[in-house]
Structures are given as C-alpha cells and as structure tokens.
C-alpha cells in the first residue's frame, strides 16, 4: 500500500505564489515518477508537471517558466513551486506516483484557489 499526502494548497492572490508538497510512504519500492496533475470545476483532470527518478521533468504549456517541479529522493517528497499565478490556476491539485510493475496511486488533492 502507497500513502501520498499533500500539503501547501490555499488562497492566494493573483501574481503570488504558492508551493505544495506530496510525501510519500508505504510500499514505494519501484517508484518510477512523481507528478500533479489539477482538476478545475467542469474540467478533466489534466497535468501539470511531473519528475522521473532519474530528474527527468514534464510541464504543461500553461505553467512553464511559472511552476517548478522538484523531489527529494531521501524524503520520498515531491514538490511544486507556482509562481506567478493565474486565476485559471484555481483547481485541486493531485499528487501521483507511478510505478514500474504499472501501478499508481493518487493523493487526496488539494485546493488552490487564486483570486483576482
């Protein structure tokens, strides 16, 4: 069993910034990549960024050079500065880890809410 828990989410106004962070625990033998993905009112969820083992990054047009995804290998902890950010960056954003064998498993999100 995997555990990813977030932290970081809140209100903040437009131009601000904000960074979340996902730990995860458990059975993480085989964690492959980390990476968060958000889910506004009425949308799909989409991705954001995400970080192989390895350091490889993965950002969606909408925040690069706005968001920095980054991980702590000792920590097991995954983290995403927002800078910059947009009212359109209101959403619950998610933690996921993905797994070799092809498993993965979600955190239980957290709101971000920016204001105008």
């Known amino acids: 069993q995997v555990q990813l828990v977030e932290s970081g989410g809140g209100l903040v106004q437009a131009g601000g910034s904000l960074r979340l962070s996902c730990a995860a625990s458990g059975y993480i033998s085989g964690l492959y990549a980390m990476g968060w993905y958000r889910q506004a009112p009425g949308k799909q969820r989409e991705l954001v960024a995400s970080i192989t083992r390895t350091g490889s990054t993965n950002y969606a047009d909408a925040v690069k050079g706005r968001y920095n995804i980054s991980r702590d290998t000792a920590k097991n902890t995954v983290y995403l500065q927002m800078n910059s950010l947009k009212p359109e960056g209101t959403a619950v954003y998610y933690c996921?880890?993905?797994?070799?064998?092809?498993?993965?498993?979600w955190g239980q999100g957290t709101q971000v809410t920016v204001s105008s």
């Open positions: 996921k880890a993905d797994f070799w064998m092809g498993s993965s498993y």
